[in-house]
């Protein structure tokens, strides 16, 4: 990555956090800020990791799909099969 586009996320992601701190000022006056803000912090690296996961369950299951015989979708978008693709797959049965 270019270090201005980490620049750039990383300003998004302070703007976005100070707009989640006024926000919840106004919304929970009783409550601390650093208790908001671990709560947020918390709630994105959750976020973070559900992502993470299911990208790695899409990536083995179009693993198996293809190690099994299956199409890749975007070889659709052609007018025929790739170079080898039905003798690779005579091969396995």
């Known amino acids: 990555m270019k270090t ?4 750039k996320l ?3 992601a302070l703007a976005l956090i100070s707009l989640m701190m006024i926000f919840s000022n106004d919304v929970l006056p009783n409550v601390a800020k650093l208790t908001v803000l671990t709560y947020t912090l918390g709630g994105l690296m959750v976020l ?3 992502l993470f996961a299911v990208i790695v369950i899409k990536a083995n299951i179009n693993q198996i ?3 099994h015989g299956g199409l ?3 070889w659709l ?7 080898g693709l039905e003798q690779a797959q005579s091969n396995k049965e």
Request: glycine share 4%.
């Open 10 to 12: 990383l300003v998004l």
């Open 77 to 83: 978008w052609f007018g025929r099969n790739p170079k």
């Open 4 to 7: 201005t586009f980490k620049l």
């Open 48 to 50: 973070a990791a559900c």
């Open 65 to 67: 799909v293809l190690n």
């Open 72 to 74: 890749d979708t975007a």
